[in-house]
Each structure stands twice: as structure tokens, then as C-alpha cells.
């Protein structure tokens, strides 16, 4: 069974990188049917798509944060990575990594990890 | 600020049947049969309930449907059940492997 865990600081600066990595177990990232992907939760609000990741590379943003997000694939390690850059207070939230079948809703998800932003 | 135009709230009684609608645009919702539906309880993941708009993934009660109408998704659940209270989101594939999302609605079994 598929399972996806994210990984990264709790805590980042403001005006810093944010970095968070999803590890897949269960089955290979490598997949031209699938790709990859990142969404958000601040706090007590809802979803956001930030982008996706097919594991040739190609990368696909949300609009609004698509000149701060950047995401990579590392087959080797069966892993997909997330970083925000000039994150502020705004940046604070719950990511989730999922895995979304040819781009169009996400099937399965990692149990989120909470990024907040602070001096 | 969403894409995709929710009902902030809706409630029922056990038993009853209430529909959330999801409304978007011609560039989104009404130009793909690419709707999905999500249910979120406190702190816990979000889970796929609805795919293609009226998809269910295996494990999801036949008392989920979908359908769409135009630039308006809806997700149905009949005979509700005390379980099925918590959010839920709406997305919709908006071409160019992007998805745009919806605000989220909260479901109040009475």
C-alpha cells in the first residue's frame, strides 16, 4: 500500500527558505500516470494547491506563489521535494504531499507536517 | 481567496440528505469533468471522496454521489450518519496540470 510521510524544520525565519521533502513507500515515484504534489493548510482555513511534479521533472504552480515555490524529484530516493522561499507569517500552515493520478484530484496523502513561521 | 465559490456551512439530521455545491467558471469546473471532493475530520488528512465528479474510490459509501451541472459541482450524501460530519473541499482541474480549489464547507450532522 502507497504511503507518503513529509519531513522537514518546524520552524523557519522569516524572509528564509522553506524546505520540506515526501518520501514514497509502497511503490515507485516513478510513474508516467502520476504526478506529485503539495498542498497547504494554514491555520484554520482551507486547502491549497501549491504545485505538482511529474518524476521526469516537469513542475506545474499555483499562480500566486509560482515565482517563491520550487520542486524536485529524486528517483534514487523514491522522494519529492518542496521549497518556498521569502516565506512570511502567511507561509505558516499544515503541508500536505499527496500523490495525484494524471494531475487531476489526489488519492493519497501524507499525514501533513506543521511549518511555522517565526523569528 | 478561492477559486471555487462553497457554501461555508450546511447541516442535516441523521437520516436526511444534504448537497454542497462547488461553483466555478467555465475555465475550471465547467470545461473539465475533473471535479473532486474531499472530506477532512479535525486534524486529521484530507480523503479522497469523489473523483471525475462522480468517481467513489473504493471504500467510500454509496451514499456519496456527484454530479455537475454547468460551471456547478455538487457532492450528495443521503442517509447521513454522524461520522460524516466535517469539511469538505471541492477541487476542480483547471488544464495545464493545475487544480483550483474551493473554500471548504462544514457539515453539521444535527
Known amino acids: 500500500q502507497l504511503q507518503l510521510q513529509e519531513s522537514g524544520p518546524g520552524l523557519v525565519k522569516p524572509s528564509e527558505t522553506l524546505s520540506l521533502t515526501c518520501t514514497v513507500s509502497g511503490g515507485s515515484i516513478s510513474s508516467t500516470t502520476y504526478s506529485w504534489g503539495w498542498i497547504r493548510q494554514p491555520p484554520g482555513k482551507g486547502l491549497e494547491w501549491i504545485g505538482s511534479i511529474f518524476y521526469s521533472g516537469s513542475t506545474y504552480y499555483s499562480p500566486p506563489l509560482k515565482s517563491r515555490v520550487t520542486m524536485s524529484v529524486d528517483t534514487s530516493k523514491n522522494q519529492f521535494s518542496l521549497k518556498v522561499s521569502s516565506v512570511t507569517a502567511a507561509d505558516t500552515a499544515v503541508y500536505y504531499c499527496?500523490?495525484?493520478?494524471?494531475?487531476?484530484?489526489?488519492?493519497?496523502w501524507g499525514k501533513g507536517t506543521t511549518v511555522t513561521v517565526s523569528s | 481567496q478561492s477559486a471555487l465559490t462553497q457554501p461555508r456551512s450546511v447541516s442535516g439530521s441523521p437520516g436526511q440528505s444534504v448537497t454542497i455545491s462547488c461553483t466555478g467558471t467555465s475555465s475550471d469546473v465547467g470545461g473539465y469533468d475533473y471535479v473532486s471532493w474531499y472530506q477532512q475530520h479535525p486534524d486529521k488528512a484530507p480523503k479522497l471522496m469523489m473523483s471525475?465528479?462522480?468517481k467513489r474510490p473504493s471504500g467510500v459509501p454509496d451514499r456519496f454521489s456527484g454530479s455537475k451541472s454547468g460551471d456547478t459541482a455538487s457532492l450528495t450524501i443521503s442517509g447521513l450518519q454522524a461520522e460524516d460530519e466535517a469539511d469538505y473541499y471541492c477541487y476542480s482541474y483547471a488544464g495545464s496540470y493545475t487544480l483550483v480549489f474551493g473554500g471548504g464547507t462544514k457539515l453539521t450532522v444535527l
Open positions: 499527496a500523490k495525484i493520478p494524471s494531475g487531476r484530484f489526489m488519492d493519497v
Open positions: 471525475d465528479v462522480s
